[in-house]
């Protein structure tokens, strides 16, 4: 029985694989889709960056790996698109004024960025791996530049105007603009005479190349972008520039993508950061064109050879260590000069230790440069080692800037400098669902909020754009009219709105910037019968999808029966740009309801806390008790009586309090918690929310528990004890 098993799953596959590899450019067009789709929610599930992830996953498709797709036409068009997309990006990114502002710095820094890892790396390929001298150079020019793919770390921390990240973000614009020209200049000596009337004749034409760029470009963007506003129409705009560069730069001999970055530099002052036009050219190019390069480049990818022996690991190996010290010398050598402290040094190596796209996207022109018949500059050999570097000095350059922000904002004490009550943003965006709890949701808003400044409460129903869409609302409509009457019986002023949506996270956060709230109150959902999870549905994609305020909140008993309010702070709480904002409104709500507030944390956290609630709430009669460390949380569970609420401070991923033990947080409030009235807030942070800000470098999912996590959990809930 079990042999004719076998035999019949061996037929089975056997069969199956003659469909494969798809040639139904509608089957592989569609195969793409579902990589696309899937690729960040696993390697966001793996911490691998998504931009490995495509490449990954060509491999695992491609004609080296399981043979699912063949390499058809679409991937020549779609992944030469996607290439150039890449290098325009790039351009259209940079921030050139702070380049303007301190260019003397910036050239420093990026030359010694640019020359000393391109240098090592030329010599330890000549020397050690005994490569030619136009592949080392290539691979030092690979090295020479980098990406900033860190920089939305350095964006939650609130660093952007650091000296340090102006620093790296100037020079990284100068060492990838030099690589791309020495690589331009290497590509052009292939197939001519490359004497002295060969590189004359070449600078010439590139002179007047880029000439021609600064002074038509300009001219053709500002008639162009004044007199037509169709947004379909400027894209296309966009697009028929970049293209023209590119096609003008491979007339004069020079790479296509020196175009496309050129013209990304000339078109960055026409197209604001923050424009509709500017989310429209990254989304497309993040939805199809560079995935689909980057997968493309995946199935170029020998996996076979990756498996060789020690070869491999030692041309790896190699690549990323003299590029990754060849760029710490550079940072820590201009953070001398420069009279920097060590920090600065640490953030200055951590964001250009980077390589991504423009990395494969220099080695993809080697690949095209033949030495002679049949063979080319960039071998499988090379490919390989460039693609495994590019995932390992991610991963440096991740951790090394995460810690250098730490580093700062604890060497600056950024938390010393005072909030100024007189600018308060508050406008408290109420978000209600449920009868039963809404009442008490109000009136804990209105225990928060500022009576001094007299400023409305927004109340929000999100409903499910469904079948069910029309009765539901009403039933929204009737919930809000009763809060308004409850609201208007405090004499407080009250805004409502019931709002259809396909997302009930992404319906919350539009309502949040159209009513430009400061923060959100709502309830913790209560059928969990119907939803087991902790968060429920949205509220994962809710506070990773906000950088402001919000707080969760779940009673079992009327907020005027309570007796204590016990607050637990995480260590460094105090460095979060919201330690005020959640402190001032803790100290109205136990100054408003007259009961005493206990505060649990580190002594250097209970301090600034004491001397806040002296300060500026000195009738609240507050308790200061230190807690070592975040673990000792369950055992506080047998504190916590019935009239008492339990307040959690949080952080999200990747912030100054965050730490690991918070990914436990939720199993533990359902097991030690359960049936206590229970707050849990998540307080403002710094930077951009993820809608806002969208490259090639950064997925907009982020999966809230690794992989990794999940098995040390499993393995830890099945050992015997």
């Known amino acids: 029985m079990k042999y004719e098993f076998i035999c019949t799953f061996a037929f089975e596959m056997t069969y199956l694989a003659t469909y494969f590899p798809i040639t139904s450019p509608t089957l592989i067009f569609f195969v793409v889709l579902l990589i696309i789709l899937f690729a960040p929610i696993i390697m966001g599930k793996l911490r691998i960056p998504h931009i490995i992830g495509m490449v990954l996953a060509g491999m695992l498709i491609g004609k080296y790996g399981l043979n699912i797709l063949e390499r058809d036409s679409s991937f020549e068009l779609f992944g030469k698109v996607g290439l150039l997309y890449i290098m325009f990006l790039a351009g259209l990114e940079m921030d050139l004024e702070s380049v303007k502002k301190n260019s003397k710095r910036f050239l420093i820094f990026g030359l010694l960025t640019c020359l000393v890892p391109l240098v090592m790396t030329y010599f330890m390929a000549i020397w050690l791996l005994d490569y030619s001298t136009q592949a080392s150079f290539l691979l030092g020019c690979i090295m020479a530049s980098n990406t900033l793919i860190a920089y939305p770390i350095v964006g939650r921390y609130g ?34 005479d490359t004497g002295f009337l060969f590189w004359a004749f070449f600078l010439l034409k590139f002179c007047i190349f880029l000439g021609a760029s600064v002074w038509l470009i300009p001219k053709l963007a500002r008639y162009f972008l004044r007199r037509y506003s169709d947004s379909v129409m400027q894209f296309i705009f966009v697009l028929a520039v970049m293209f023209l560069s590119a096609a003008a730069s491979e007339a004069v001999g020079v790479e296509g993508i020196v175009g496309a970055f050129t013209s990304g530099l000339i078109l960055n002052r026409y197209i604001p950061h923050v424009s509709p036009l500017m989310n429209r050219i990254e989304f497309i190019g993040n939805a199809l064109f560079i995935p689909y390069f980057l997968i493309g480049v995946g199935m170029l990818i020998n996996i076979q050879s990756l498996f060789t022996g020690l070869h491999m690991i030692w041309i790896v190996t190699l690549i990323a260590f003299f590029g990754t010290f060849g760029k710490a010398v550079a940072a820590y050598l201009s953070s001398l000069l420069f009279r920097l402290p060590q920090s600065a040094g640490n953030m200055m190596f951590g964001l250009t230790s980077a390589h991504a796209a423009g990395a494969i996207a220099m080695v993809m022109v080697g690949m095209r440069l033949e030495v002679s018949p049949g063979t080319y500059l960039v071998n499988d050999e090379i490919l390989n080692g460039v693609v495994i570097m590019i995932l390992v000095t991610c991963v440096i350059s991740t951790l090394m800037t995460e810690h250098a922000s730490r580093q700062i904002i604890l060497r600056e004490k950024t938390h010393l400098k005072t909030n100024d009550m007189q600018k308060d943003d508050e406008k408290i965006l ?40 029309a009765a539901n609302r009403e039933k929204g409509l009737r919930l809000l009219e009763q809060l308004e009457q409850q609201a208007s019986a405090s004499e407080v002023k009250m805004q409502t709105q019931v709002r259809l949506a396909s997302n009930i996270a992404n319906g919350i956060k539009h309502a949040f910037r159209e009513f430009a709230g400061s923060e959100i109150i709502m309830g913790m959902h209560v059928h969990t019968e119907v939803n087991p999870k902790f968060w429920g549905d949205f509220i994962q994609s809710l506070y990773n999808g ?54 649990h944390g580190r002594n ?106 999940t098995i040390l959990r499993w393995i830890n809930a099945h050992r015997p004890h």
């Open 546 to 599: 906000l950088n402001r305020q919000i707080i969760l909140t779940r009673f079992v008993q009327p907020l005027n029966t309570l007796r204590r309010i016990q607050v637990v702070v995480p260590s460094r709480a105090e460095f979060e740009p919201g330690f005020h904002r959640w402190l001032e409104r803790l100290g109205r709500m136990a100054e408003n309801l007259d009961c005493r507030i206990q505060f």
């Open 604 to 709: 250097e956290s209970l301090e600034l806390i004491r001397e806040y609630i002296n300060n500026l709430h000195p009738g609240v009669r507050a308790e200061y008790t230190f807690m070592a460390h975040w673990n000792e949380l369950p055992k506080l569970a047998e504190t916590i009586k019935e009239d008492h609420m339990f307040i959690v401070i949080t952080a999200r991923k990747g912030t100054i309090s965050y730490k690991n033990a918070l990914e436990r947080l939720p199993n533990e409030l359902m097991q030690h918690f359960s049936g206590k009235n229970l707050m849990i807030i998540f307080p403002d942070q710094y930077g951009n929310t993820k809608e806002d800000r969208m490259t090639f470098t950064e997925a907009q999912h982020q999966e809230e528990s690794s992989i990794y996590a």
């Open 159 to 192: 660093l952007q105007r650091h000296s340090s990240v102006m620093l790296s973000v100037g020079s990284s614009m100068i060492s990838l603009f030099l690589a791309l020209l020495m690589l331009a200049a290497l590509a052009a000596s292939y197939g001519e």
């Open 430 to 469: 109420l978000c209600v669902k449920y009868p039963e709890i809404a009442p008490q949701l109000l009136d804990l808003a209105i225990m928060m909020r500022n009576h001094k400044l007299n400023r409305g409460i927004v109340a929000l129903n999100v409903v499910y754009d469904d079948t069910n869409s």
